[in-house]
């Protein structure tokens, strides 16, 4: 078992104009609440959270090897349900005697659950800082590319926060486009609402430009906040089961347990389930 809380540790950047929210997605995910006035983000703020990953917790990752049917199952899977007048069907039999019982083996029991580290990165938006912003691009295995969508314009300039992505981060980085301020896109008490980009247009760019999946998040609200950072670090554990990742390089964004302490002095919250309790506070979160 390891001596540290997590299995993995994986860098995560927040990346989008200023103004959309990404440092409010980062309290409400490392912290559990909303701050109504935050200022600008100066350069880079830093936070982290353990999250669990892969089976059990992720219970589509893992399925139950079938149990050997007896063989009184495997006639009625044959012929189907055997009726109440149907004659018995004679039991085979081997020199005379029946033949041995057969025992199904046990199920095996599921993995132990596997733990990541949640590395946040949270990058300031403003045309000023992006010189320095870009150089925290490097090593990051993952990207929270977010806009508001009461904002026409910060969902027209996430193209060019993807293509200045691409060009510095790995070609593996695991990128999800997020659309921040659900709660200002749903009707007021007037029928109303500020949208003014839709989920089929967030969709369609995210297919065509090769972007993991399109979700809608609320910071104030806390709606889809876990679920966007949760499926980042689900593909990234999933490319690590399939080696995609050099745990030993750390241009790579992912580490393994040997790299290090849980975090030093930094206290950290650990997600045990989707009501798990946000209390514990993220020193240097934001």
Not at 44 to 66: D, K, L, M, Q
Not at 82 to 102: E, F, H, M, V, W
Not at 159 to 181: C, F
Not at 219 to 241: D, P
Request: include cysteine; hydrophobic fraction near 30%; proline fraction near 7%.
């Amino acid at each position: 078992m390891s001596s540290t809380p997590w299995d993995y540790i994986a860098k995560l950047v927040c990346i989008g104009d200023s103004g959309c929210g990404k440092s409010s997605l980062t309290i409400r995910l490392c912290e559990g609440r909303f701050v109504t006035h935050h200022d600008v983000t100066i350069g880079v703020e830093f936070g982290s959270r353990i999250v669990p990953v892969g089976p059990p917790h992720n219970t589509t990752a893992y399925i139950n090897p079938e149990s050997e049917s007896s063989p009184s199952t495997t006639a009625e899977a044959d012929g189907g349900s055997t009726p109440d007048d149907a004659p018995a069907k004679p039991q085979k039999k081997s020199n005379g005697l029946p033949q041995p019982r057969t025992i199904s083996p046990p199920a095996a029991p599921p993995p132990p659950q596997k733990h990541m580290k949640l590395s946040l990165w949270d990058t300031a938006g403003q045309e000023t800082y992006k010189s320095v912003t870009r150089s925290y691009f490097r090593g990051a295995s993952g990207a929270l590319l977010v806009f508001d969508l009461s904002r026409k314009q910060t969902f027209q300039h996430v193209t060019d926060w993807l293509n200045d992505l691409r060009q510095i981060a790995e070609p593996d980085i695991v990128v999800i486009l997020v659309g921040n301020k659900a709660d200002l896109a749903s009707p007021d008490a007037d029928g109303g609402n500020k949208r003014e980009v839709t989920h089929q247009e967030a969709s369609e760019w995210a297919r065509r430009n090769g972007v993991l999946e399109y979700v809608e998040t609320s910071a104030k609200s806390g709606e889809n906040v876990e679920n966007a950072f949760m499926r980042v670090a689900e593909r990234i554990y999933q490319n690590i089961q399939a080696g995609k990742y050099d745990l030993n390089d750390r241009r790579s964004g992912v580490k393994g347990p040997s790299a290090g302490g849980p975090g030093g002095n930094t206290r950290q919250v650990r997600l045990t389930g989707s009501d798990a309790s946000k209390n514990s506070v993220v020193g240097g979160c934001c």
